[in-house]
């Protein structure tokens, strides 16, 4: 199968998912307890954020997905339509296609001719050099190189990788001698809290922490590989949902971390920002609407979260996304069995407002 191949069948096995939406989603365990009286005026709400050092004008983004092919240019064409018209940043799939062949630059390039001004980020792996990270950044002009870390997807595609003990030097080298910031990212398997301080301690200056609750890239490979090669289903529930890692990161300092997988709502925006996250990326939600319905679809529906999330910060009394962080969550099901095994005292985030003394 050709790399073009590989990216066309991602992007129809990643849409069919999300037709189907049968994960498990641990968003679905976080519930913002309802203050009557807490509500400010919708018009007093700011989403506007800063990820990495550049500003955004609302908490969310569209995350990476694709290039390298005819197909997946097309794709990557609206996508920063809707991120231009919309205002809100946008990530390249993996670039690795461009680095092993040029003739499929335009498929990338054309999220920046789109885009002039927009927040744009490159995408490589965790193999690339130094000069090969540049060539991305330099092919769409990013403003931040995202790295992605899929050691799961790798190992169940027949083709991937199989040496992953450089990754952390190959980051580190790439976060210390870079002209833009990086970002480091799962893609859909989660990162842990040491890993987020390990990243942290490397240079890198945001962490998305990619878990499992929406695209399953564990499923996506296994359903492309031939019937003939061992199945690899087992392992389909493999890493920790996005909920999880925010609160296993409660504390990590000195990194902006970000939170993609499984993000279906303006609600679950709420609450991944009300666990701690800067930003959210989406993904597989985004490319379902744009591929169901067109361009102008998804505009419609990313402008419509901007007005959604506004509303639902007006009635939690939240100025600005940083001040969700004050409000109530109680943390239920798998999720709270996850923090107790993890150390992480639940009924704190059920208590923020008692514990500063300001409930309304
Ligand atoms: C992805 N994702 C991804 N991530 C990355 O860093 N490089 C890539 O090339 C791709 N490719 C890709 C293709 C398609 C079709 C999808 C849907 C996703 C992963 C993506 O950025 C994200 O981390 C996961 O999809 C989880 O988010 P969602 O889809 O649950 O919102």
Redesign the pocket.
């Known amino acids: 199968m050709t790399i073009a191949d590989r990216?066309n069948a991602?992007?129809e096995?990643?849409?069919d998912?999300?037709r189907r939406a049968d994960a498990v989603n641990e968003f679905d365990d976080v519930g913002f307890v309802h203050h009557a009286l807490a509500g400010i005026d919708c018009i007093d709400v700011s989403l506007s954020v800063s990820v990495a050092g550049m500003d955004s004008p609302a908490p969310f983004f569209i995350?990476?997905?694709?290039?390298g092919s005819e197909h997946t240019g097309q794709i990557n064409r609206a996508l920063a339509i809707a991120a231009r018209a919309t205002g809100i940043p946008i990530?390249?799939?993996?670039?690795?296609a461009y680095l092993k062949d040029a003739s499929v630059a335009d498929s990338f390039r054309v999220l920046r001719l789109e885009n002039p001004d927009g927040i744009v980020m490159a995408?490589i792996?965790a193999n690339a050099t130094l000069e090969q990270a540049r060539r991305a950044v330099d092919l769409v002009s990013a403003n931040i190189l995202?790295?992605?870390v899929?050691a799961v997807q790798e190992v169940v595609m027949p083709e991937g990788d199989r040496h992953f003990a450089h990754w952390p030097g190959h980051i580190e080298h790439i976060a210390s001698n870079l002209d833009v910031p990086v970002m480091v990212?799962?893609?859909?398997f989660g990162l842990s809290r040491q890993t987020i301080s390990r990243l942290r301690d490397c240079g890198v200056a945001a962490a998305?922490v990619?878990?499992r609750?929406?695209?399953?890239?564990a499923r996506?490979e296994n359903e492309r590989r031939p019937g003939s090669l061992t199945d690899y289903s087992f392992i389909r529930h493999w890493g920790q949902s996005?909920a999880a890692c925010l609160l296993d990161a409660t504390g990590v300092s000195g990194i902006d971390i970000t939170a993609?997988?499984?993000?279906r709502s303006p609600l679950d925006i709420a609450r991944a920002l009300a666990l701690g996250a800067t930003a959210c990326?989406?993904?597989?939600?985004?490319?379902r609407v744009l591929l169901d319905e067109d361009v102008d679809g998804l505009i419609t529906t990313i402008n419509g979260w901007t007005v959604q999330l506004g509303q639902i910060m007006a009635v939690l009394g939240a100025p600005t996304p940083a001040a969700l962080t004050h409000s109530d969550l109680v943390i239920t099901g798998g999720l709270a069995q996850f923090c107790q095994a993890r150390g992480i005292a639940t009924d704190t985030y059920a208590q923020r407002t008692q514990k500063g003394r300001s409930a309304p």
Do not use: Y
């Open positions: 990216k991602h992007v096995l990643a849409a998912q999300q995350n990476a997905m694709t290039g990530a390249s799939g993996s670039m690795s995408n792996n995202q790295i992605h899929n990212k799962e893609v859909g998305d990619g878990g609750g929406g695209t399953n890239f996506i996005t993609t997988g499984g993000i990326g989406v993904a597989g939600r985004f490319l």
